[in-house]
C-alpha cells in the first residue's frame, strides 16, 4: 500500500469539478497519468474512456501477419493462414508430423521443427496436451492449414443457412438504410444500428445453452416497431428444420442421456470453451474443434470534440513508434507521493536485512508496515515531487478541492471530516526539463550525494517529529526538474478508511506560440498584463486524486507491537 | 523520492560498462555471454552461456542489452530443439530495458527491448517477446508462443489480457534507468 496520485479527467461529469473521492465510483474519473492524452487545441485532458478510437490496421497476434482491411471481412476476423487456438486451454497449436514409424523417443519431444516429417499433420497443444487428431482432423501438408480447413468450415450446415440469411436479408438492409428518412420510427431506430452496436447486442442476445435467452428487442418499443417493419419482407424459410436434422444444436434428448452417463467433469465442455465458437457447439469435450485466431488491431485516438488526432501508430504492426502521440505526460507535471516516516521505516529494514542476510525477514517485514502505517489521531508529513515535462519553467500552485467536506455536509453537519490536509499555499517553481544527455554523466554522482543527504535529512525530521510539532510545509528539494514539496494531513482520533482527498494543481507556463490569443480564452491569462514584452503566460489547471493509505485504528497499533 | 536499493560491495562485481554481477550468481560459459552495459544479475541466478551450438567457432548463447535485471534466482537457459534430426541449442537474445522478476525461467529465442516480466514466471522454449510487451507475475507460457508488442499476458497458459497505454516504452525506460541507480553499495563501506 504505497501512497499513489491519480489525474482526473471531467469526461464522465457534467461540471468540472471531481466526484468526492470516498465514493466508489470517483475511480472511474480518475487515472494514471500515463494513460492519460492530451488534446492541444482543446487544452484538456482526455482519457481512454472518452476517446473515439479507430482501427489502424489489422494483424494476427501469432504470426504478425498485418492483415489488409479488404480481407478482414472475408476471413471472418480470424488468421487465415496457420495460426489456431487449443480450444481446450486457449494454447497456440503448434503443427506437427506424424511420428515416424519406429523411432521410440520422438515422443518425448514433440516440438519438431514441421518442416520435415511425415504425413498426416495434425495441430498439438504443447500446454495441455490437446491435439487434433483426436477430434479426426488430419492434414496432408503442413501449410495453408485454415485453407485446409475452410472446407469443413464452410459445408457445415449452420455455415450455409447463415450465407442464405445474409441473402435473404440483403435487399432489406439495403432499402432500409437508403429510405431510412421516410421511416420514422425505424429511422430512430437504426440511428443506433451502426455495425458496432449491432454486433454488441447480438453478441448478448446469443442463444447460450442451458441460459435463459435474453431479448432486448421484444420489450423495447423500438422493438415491437421493428418487429412490425419485418413483416414487409416476405418469409424466410429456412433450408432444413434446425430440430429434425439434428446437428449438434443443443439441448435435445441426447444431450441429457449424455449428462446422465457422464463419468468426469472433463468430458462436458465448459461454457468457456463452447462460448467461442461460432455456431451451437455440442457438449462433448470430445468434439472441440480447433479455433482460427482471433486478428488484433492497432488503434488510432481522436479527440472527442475536436475529432484531432491524439494517437496515430505507425503502419507496422510490430512497431511501438508514433506518427502522433499526444499524451498528458508530456505536458502535466507527473506527480509522486511519499510518506517520508514510512521510507524511512523501509530504509532501516533495508539497510538491516542487507547487511544481515540470514536475519529473519518475516518479522522484519512487520515490524516495516507497522512502522510505516498512518495511525489514526496522529499527524504526518508527505512529500508530493513535481517533475516538470516542459522545457520551460513553471510555476504550480496547489490547492485542496472543496468537495473534501461534502461527506459531513449531507449526512451529520456535526461530524467533522476524518483528516484534515494542509498545502503549501505559496506558488513554486519547477525547473525546465533539459535533455537527458546534458547531465546524464555526473548524474550518478550527484544523485548519489543527494540521496544521502535526503535519508539522512529523512531521518532527522523523523526524530524530531517525535518530539515536537513542528512541520515544515512547502519546497523541500530542488534537484534537476523535480521539485519536492512537503505537506501535512492530521488524522482525528477517530479516523478510519483510506486517507483520500482531491487536490487541484494549477500551473504557469509560457506560452509556445506568440499569439496565444485563442487559447488565452479557455485558459485564465495570470501575468497577461505584466509587460508586452514578456513571454506570454499560461495556466492550465488540473484535479489529481492523491491517496495516502489506509488509516490503522488506535487500539490495533497498540495490540500489534506486543504480539 | 527515490529509495536506494543497497547491496553489500562485496557481493557485486561491476564491470568497466557499468554491469553489475553478483557473485552468488551462477555464470556458465561467461565468453558465450553478451551483457549490453548497465545490467544487474542478481544473486542466485543461473546463467546457462554453456549450452552453445555445436559446431566450431564462437558462438553468442545469450546476449543482454542495456538496463536489464535477472532477478534473484532466475534462470535463464537458450532453447533447444531436434531439428532434421539433429539435437541443437538455440540462441537467446535479449533487448535492453528488460526486467526479469525473481524466481522466473526464461527460455526464450527472442526477448525484444522494454520488456517487463514478472515474478515465478515460466518462459517457455522459443517463446518470441516482442517490445514493450509485459508478462504478469505467475504466468505460464508455453513454448512457441509470440507476445505481440505493447500486450498484457497473464495466466497459465499465458493469454492476452490487455493492451498497454501507448506510453509504455517510456515508463519502462525511465523505471529501469532509475532502478540502476537505486542500485547501490551500501554507503557505510565507501
Redesign the interface.
Do not use: W
Given at each position: 500500500m504505497t501512497p499513489s496520485i491519480e489525474y482526473y479527467c471531467p469526461c464522465l461529469a457534467a461540471s468540472p469539478h471531481p466526484p468526492p473521492p470516498h465514493l466508489p465510483s470517483s475511480t472511474y474519473s480518475f487515472h494514471p497519468l500515463?494513460?492519460l492524452f492530451f488534446c492541444e487545441e482543446c487544452d484538456a485532458v482526455r482519457c481512454n474512456r472518452c476517446v473515439m478510437v479507430e482501427v489502424s490496421g489489422y494483424?494476427c497476434?501469432?504470426?504478425?501477419f498485418e492483415v489488409p482491411s479488404a480481407s478482414v471481412r472475408a476471413e471472418k476476423n480470424r488468421c487465415a493462414r496457420n495460426c489456431f487456438h487449443c480450444p481446450n486451454?486457449?494454447?497456440?497449436l503448434?503443427v506437427v508430423p506424424s511420428d515416424p514409424p519406429d523411432d521410440g523417443d520422438a515422443r518425448m519431444?514433440p516440438?519438431?521443427?514441421s518442416t520435415?516429417g511425415e504425413p498426416p499433420f495434425f495441430l498439438y497443444?504443447?500446454?495441455?496436451r490437446w491435439d487434433s487428431a483426436e477430434v479426426g482432423i488430419t492434414f496432408e501438408k503442413p501449410t495453408g492449414l485454415a485453407a485446409q480447413l475452410q472446407k469443413f468450415e464452410d459445408s457445415a450446415p449452420e455455415s450455409l443457412e447463415f450465407e442464405r440469411l445474409k441473402e435473404h436479408f440483403e435487399p432489406f438492409l439495403r432499402a432500409s438504410s437508403s429510405s431510412s428518412s421516410a421511416l420514422h420510427s425505424a429511422a430512430a431506430h437504426h440511428v443506433h444500428t451502426n455495425p458496432i452496436t449491432a454486433a454488441a447486442s447480438s453478441a448478448l442476445a446469443r442463444d447460450i445453452p442451458g441460459v435463459g435467452k435474453y431479448n432486448p428487442l421484444s420489450r423495447s418499443r423500438a422493438g415491437r416497431d421493428k418487429h412490425a417493419h419485418k413483416n414487409d419482407i416476405p418469409d424466410y424459410k429456412s433450408r432444413v428444420e434446425v430440430a429434425s436434422a439434428g446437428i449438434n444444436a443443443g439441448g435435445g434428448e441426447a444431450d441429457v442421456d449424455f449428462m446422465c452417463r457422464l463419468e468426469t467433469m472433463s468430458e462436458v465442455a465448459a461454457l468457456e470453451q463452447r462460448w467461442v465458437s461460432s455456431w451451437v457447439a455440442s457438449l462433448h469435450s470430445s468434439d472441440l474443434k480447433p479455433l482460427r485466431i482471433p486478428l488484433?488491431s492497432k488503434?488510432s485516438k481522436r479527440c472527442p470534440s475536436c475529432r484531432h488526432i491524439l494517437?496515430k501508430p505507425e503502419q507496422k504492426?510490430?512497431?511501438?513508434r508514433?506518427k502522433i502521440?499526444l499524451?498528458a505526460?508530456n505536458y502535466l507535471p507527473a506527480i509522486?507521493v511519499?510518506l517520508p516516516h514510512a521510507?524511512a521505516a523501509?530504509?532501516m529494514m533495508?539497510?538491516s536485512t542487507?547487511?544481515n542476510k540470514s536475519a529473519a525477514a518475516t518479522t522484519v517485514d512487520e515490524h516495516g508496515a507497522s512502522a510505516g502505517a498512518l495511525l489514526a489521531g496522529k499527524t504526518y508529513s508527505f512529500?508530493l515531487?513535481f517533475t516538470n515535462p516542459l522545457y520551460d519553467p513553471i510555476q504550480v500552485r496547489l490547492k485542496k478541492a472543496q468537495m473534501m467536506q461534502a461527506p459531513g455536509a449531507d449526512g451529520d453537519k456535526t461530524r467533522r471530516p476524518p483528516f484534515q490536509v494542509n498545502l503549501p499555499s505559496s506558488p513554486f517553481p519547477v525547473a525546465a526539463f533539459a535533455e537527458a544527455w546534458e547531465y546524464e554523466d555526473d548524474?550518478?554522482v550527484m544523485?548519489?550525494l543527494e540521496?544521502?543527504e535526503?535519508?539522512l535529512d529523512g531521518m532527522g525530521r523523523q526524530q524530531r517529529d517525535g518530539r515536537s510539532k513542528t512541520r515544515t510545509l512547502g519546497v523541500v528539494e530542488k534537484r534537476a526538474n523535480?521539485t519536492?514539496v512537503g505537506g501535512e494531513v492530521i488524522l482525528t482520533k477517530e479516523a478510519r478508511g483510506r486517507v483520500k482527498f482531491n487536490m487541484l494543481v494549477s500551473y504557469t507556463y509560457r506560452s509556445d506560440d506568440p499569439d496565444g490569443a485563442e487559447e488565452n480564452v479557455t485558459g485564465t491569462p495570470s501575468r497577461s498584463h505584466a509587460s508586452s514584452k514578456a513571454p506570454e503566460l499560461k495556466n492550465f489547471s488540473f484535479y489529481t486524486v492523491v491517496d495516502l493509505g489506509l488509516i490503522v485504528p488506535r487500539e490495533e497499533s497498540r495490540i500489534d507491537p506486543d504480539i | 523520492?527515490?529509495?536506494?536499493?543497497?547491496?553489500?560491495r562485496a557481493e557485486y562485481i561491476e564491470t568497466d560498462t557499468g554491469n553489475k554481477v553478483s557473485r552468488r550468481a551462477t555464470i556458465a560459459g561467461p565468453q558465450n555471454i553478451i551483457l549490453g552495459g548497465k545490467t544487474i544479475i542478481s544473486s542466485g541466478a543461473i546463467i546457462r552461456g554453456d549450452l552453445r551450438r555445436t559446431g566450431p567457432g564462437h558462438a553468442v548463447v545469450i546476449s543482454l542489452g542495456r538496463y536489464c535485471l535477472i532477478g534473484e534466482g532466475c534462470v535463464m537457459r537458450p532453447p533447444y530443439?531436434?531439428?532434421?534430426g539433429n539435437f541443437n541449442y538455440y540462441p537467446m537474445k535479449i533487448g535492453d530495458h528488460v526486467h526479469i522478476g525473481a524466481n522466473t525461467i526464461v527460455e526464450a529465442a527472442t526477448i525484444g527491448n522494454?520488456v517487463e516480466i514478472g515474478k515465478n514466471c515460466v518462459i517457455?522454449?522459443?517463446t518470441i517477446i516482442?517490445?514493450?510487451a509485459k508478462i504478469a507475475d505467475n504466468t505460464?507460457i508455453?513454448?512457441?508462443?509470440?507476445i505481440?508488442?505493447?500486450?498484457l499476458f497473464a495466466g497459465s497458459?499465458g493469454?492476452?489480457v490487455e493492451?498497454l497505454?501507448?506510453?509504455?516504452?517510456?515508463?519502462v525506460e525511465a523505471q529501469t534507468k532509475q532502478y540502476y541507480?537505486r542500485f547501490?553499495p551500501?554507503?557505510s563501506e565507501r
Open positions: 500515463h494513460n494483424y497476434p501469432n504470426c504478425l486451454c486457449r494454447n497456440t503448434t519431444s516440438i519438431v521443427s520435415l497443444c504443447n500446454h495441455c488484433q488503434k494517437i504492426a510490430q512497431s511501438v508514433y502521440k499524451v505526460a509522486s511519499s521510507q523501509v530504509e533495508k539497510r542487507a547487511l512529500h515531487a548524474e550518478e544523485f548519489g540521496e544521502d535526503g535519508d523535480v519536492v | 523520492m527515490d529509495v536506494p536499493i543497497y547491496y553489500t530443439k531436434t531439428y532434421r522494454h517457455g522454449k522459443f516482442k517490445d514493450c505460464m508455453p513454448p512457441n508462443t509470440v505481440p508488442a505493447l500486450s497458459p493469454r492476452f493492451d497505454p501507448e506510453s509504455t516504452q517510456e515508463m541507480t547501490q551500501l554507503p
